[in-house]
């Protein structure tokens, strides 16, 4: 090919249009790289607020659990206080390992995100600190007489 010198004006315009061009294709790349990124970020920030549902859902369930004795007692059959107890407190146990389960099982790994993630130590320690919880609770329900008022 002959050297943009020899060309002209058009060899010239078409010497900058190639270097416009390349310049354009790095930012091009350069933004998808960065766009990559921030939606691994995304990803991740939605497995947290996944993971803080489940827990949330797993305290309302287990505060449920335990109100159930309190709030039901003269209204209803004993057995039936008992079986709601246990029940919503036992879902209150699954939700704190659905919700450790469903951080560490996510699928296809995305891209690697710039945002730190949550130690999964830290995880496994605090939802099996709250499934204990709520084993415990689900004694108290079982156990636990209150005095008819």
């Keep these: 090919m002959a050297e943009p010198a ?6 010239k315009k078409l ?6 061009l390349e ?4 930012r091009i ?9 921030l939606a691994a970020d995304r990803t991740l920030f939605a497995a ?10 797993g305290l309302l369930a287990l505060a449920s659990g335990i ?8 209204l209803v059959p004993e057995w039936l206080i008992l079986a709601n107890g246990s029940v919503l407190v036992l879902f209150s146990m699954f939700c704190f390992g659905a919700a ?13 995100p710039t945002s730190p993630r949550i130690s999964p130590a830290l ?22 007489r209150l005095p008819a008022p």
């Design 67 to 74: 109100g159930a004795k309190a709030l039901l007692t003269g």
């Design 100 to 112: 450790v389960w469903r951080q560490f099982n996510r699928g296809r790994p995305p891209p690697i």
């Design 15 to 20: 010497a900058d249009s190639a270097v416009k």
């Design 48 to 57: 947290e607020r996944t993971y803080n549902a489940w827990v949330r859902t």
């Design 23 to 26: 310049v354009s294709t790095g």
């Design 123 to 144: 995880l496994v320690a605090i939802n099996g600190f709250l499934a204990l919880v709520s084993l415990f609770a689900l004694f108290g329900v079982w156990f636990d």
């Design 6 to 11: 020899t060309l002209g004006k058009s060899g």
């Design 29 to 37: 790349e350069d933004s998808a790289d960065r766009r990559t990124e």
